[in-house]
């Protein structure tokens, strides 16, 4: 079993959809990453957390510790939102990165 | 301020050959983080590595896998007697000194694309 799972897999929504990814992850956490991968491209970091709450435009992540589970959600979705979201987290005695397997959005106009 | 660089984008190599792969991290910053990714597999941990330091390599394969961060210059990944194995997007990230905090935010680079023959 993965130490970070992701659901769904893949995703696809109309615009203007609200959208959900889901993250749960068996280890103890210092930190909690949502990035962001074209196909084809860089990978960019959306949001680092280690508690509550944060939102940057249309995009807002959740984390629990307690539960050990984070959301991102994307309001008002645009087909350019389409990308694969990843989910990773840092387990707290080291600084590595744990990944999830990632999920793969298409948002169709 | 530049973001995190690599170089190159694209590398293809025949079976057997070397492959150097550079990561200049962003300015300021003094730690180094290689990451692979498979093909439709998800990333994994290579290498952390400070200024002259390997700090974690426990995902580095056991041969043929090394990785440097000179004093000078950039990080180099350097893999040697490519295997078709070997073909996959490799993504350094960097992130600044530890301030107090027990963790910073890490910044990926644009990633090098291996394609061994």
């Known amino acids: 079993k993965n130490e970070v799972e992701q659901s769904p897999q893949n995703l696809t929504a109309q615009e203007g959809e609200f959208i959900t990814i889901n993250c749960s992850y068996s280890?103890?956490?210092?930190?909690l990453h949502w990035l962001q991968q074209h196909p084809g491209g860089g990978i960019v970091s959306l949001f680092m957390?280690?508690?509550g709450k944060k939102k940057h435009g249309r995009l807002i992540a959740t984390i629990n510790i307690q539960e050990k589970h984070s959301s991102l959600h994307i309001t008002a979705s645009h087909p350019r939102d389409s990308a694969v979201y990843i989910c990773?987290?840092?387990?707290?005695?080291?600084?590595?990165?744990?990944f999830g397997t990632g999920t793969r959005l298409q948002v169709f106009p | 301020n530049a973001g995190v660089m690599q170089n190159p984008r694209h590398l293809v190599r025949r079976r057997g050959q070397e492959a150097r792969l550079r990561c200049s991290p962003m300015?300021?910053?003094?730690?180094v983080y290689w990451y692979r990714q498979l093909p439709e597999e998800g990333l994994k941990f290579m290498v952390y590595?400070?200024?002259?330091?390997?700090?974690?390599e426990s995902g580095m394969p056991k041969e043929r896998f090394s990785a440097e961060f000179p004093k000078e210059g950039p990080s180099i990944l350097r893999i040697q007697q490519v295997v078709r194995g070997d073909s996959a997007a490799y993504f350094c990230?960097?992130?600044?000194?530890?301030?107090?905090?027990?963790?910073?935010?890490?910044?990926f680079g644009p990633g090098t694309r291996l394609t061994v023959l």
């Open positions: 990230a960097s992130s600044p000194p530890l301030t107090g905090r027990d963790y910073n935010e890490q910044f």
């Open positions: 280890v103890g956490i210092s930190a």
């Open positions: 957390l280690s508690s």
């Open positions: 990773a987290v840092r387990s707290y005695n080291t600084d590595k990165l744990i």
């Open positions: 300015k300021g910053h003094s730690h």
């Open positions: 590595l400070q200024k002259e330091n390997i700090i974690d």
